[in-house]
């Protein structure tokens, strides 16, 4: 899967070691991020966590690297879900990372929207998802791709809470 920022994008095939070597390494990097706070959980806990993402059904993991990248920079887990107002599917996402040397290039916007190329294509009605309040850079980028439920936010977000978006498709 490609898109028009010259980014690829592709689902990560657990099987592929170095699809699994990148998936560890980019949750690690997230989660040592400040809005993550859980620097403790390493690539080796990450490679355990990847055995059981292999193995659950609806888990959707996605890649992603610049066009010029030799390297995975970007990642988006999402899992299938079920919608009894919209009676139907829907993908929620649990995380999205992008590498600090490839921010601001698009990545996580091609990812989001392949995702939602695969839930339309899947006739699935929505996705959801769930962002710290101080995340402001993740509210950005929900916010100019459409997700509601982000408005009319504080200005000074409290520490510990977590706002739920939604984007219907």
């Known amino acids: 899967m490609s898109d028009a920022h010259d980014h690829d994008v592709w689902i990560c095939d657990f099987t592929d070691a170095e699809d699994r070597a990148d998936f560890a390494r980019l ?13 403790h959980l390493d690539a080796a806990h990450f ?16 890649l992603s690297a610049r066009g010029e990248s030799e390297v995975t920079e970007g990642i ?4 299938e879900g079920y919608s009894s107002f919209s009676r139907g599917p829907l993908f929620n996402v649990h995380d999205v990372h992008v590498s600090p040397t490839a921010r601001g290039a698009g990545l996580g916007t091609s990812m989001l929207e392949t995702l939602a190329d695969l839930g339309r294509e899947h006739r699935h009605t929505k996705l959801t998802l769930e962002v710290s309040a101080t995340n402001s850079g993740a509210i ?27 984007k219907k498709l």
């Open 140 to 166: 950005r980028l929900y916010r100019r791709l459409g997700f509601s439920g982000l408005e009319n936010l504080p200005v000074t977000a409290p520490a510990g809470v977590t706002y739920f978006a939604t």
């Open 27 to 39: 949750m690690a990097e997230f989660a040592a991020e400040p809005v993550s706070a859980s620097p």
């Open 47 to 62: 490679a355990r966590v990847a055995d059981d993402l292999a193995r659950r059904a609806g888990s959707l993991v996605l």
């Open 76 to 79: 988006l887990i999402a899992f």
